[in-house]
């Protein structure tokens, strides 16, 4: 079970990933693995997640924690707005007079049709991506799996992401070794970006 396990993450790690032999055609470079080109920003990002249209920039190895903070940050803050509108509505309701009554109705009716969505969407993509940290994924590498998935059991492989070490060890691979600082807004990374542990690295004992 061990050696299948170590043939198919080596197994996706050359043929899908390409290892250490990934070159960009665009910037005519090497890149190591994990990183992928953006049309874009027109550069190699590392360990890049997606291109953030409303941030205008790449979300990468250098700022996913950042924008992980950042979104966390963005649900408790609409929640938190939530509660106050829902107790703001409560209490006006019955203090407001009546001639005020109107404006202030349509003032919660407004800001009730922009907090609920924007919630709900924030909150479905802060878990989607909890999700790829505990996967020890990006955005990218998710998609790719799906098919190398496909082709790993077409080939007879058992399929498995090579660079999950758990959950406990993908989150400090992203927010860091200190927990109480995993809800701060540092910038720091983990490592160089050039180089990732594998599932074959922890069997292995190996560290970097």
């Known amino acids: 079970m061990l050696t ?30 994990r990183a992928h080109h953006c ?15 409303w941030l205008n920039n790449c979300v990468g190895h250098a700022n996913y924690k950042t924008f992980f903070i950042f979104i966390v940050y963005a649900v408790v803050s609409c929640i938190y707005s939530l509660v ?3 107790g703001s509505l409560t209490v006006d309701s019955m203090t407001d007079d009546e001639q005020n009554e ?16 924007l ?5 479905i993509f802060m878990f989607w991506h909890v999700y790829l940290i505990l996967q020890n994924k ?11 998935m496909w082709l790993a059991e077409k080939g007879g492989y058992l399929y498995s992401h090579p660079y ?9 691979s992203v927010l860091g070794p200190n927990i109480f600082c995993w809800v701060c807004p540092t910038s720091e990374q983990i490592g160089s970006g050039l180089r990732f542990r594998t599932g074959v690295d922890k069997l292995a004992g190996t560290s970097f």
């Open 39 to 53: 049309r874009v920003c027109n550069r190699c990002v590392l360990r890049m997640d997606h291109h953030c249209v």
């Open 102 to 117: 109107g404006f202030f109705r349509a003032a919660y009716v407004i800001s009730g049709l922009l907090l609920v969505p």
């Open 164 to 172: 999950d070490l758990g959950a406990y060890e993908n989150m400090i």
């Open 138 to 148: 990006t955005t990218i590498e998710y998609h790719e799996g799906v098919r190398a």
């Open 84 to 86: 106050l509108l829902c």
């Open 119 to 123: 919630t709900l969407a924030l909150t």
């Open 4 to 33: 299948r396990l170590w043939r198919s993450s080596f197994w996706y790690y050359i043929h899908w990933q390409g290892g250490d032999l990934r070159y960009c055609q665009k910037c005519a470079l090497h890149k190591p693995p």
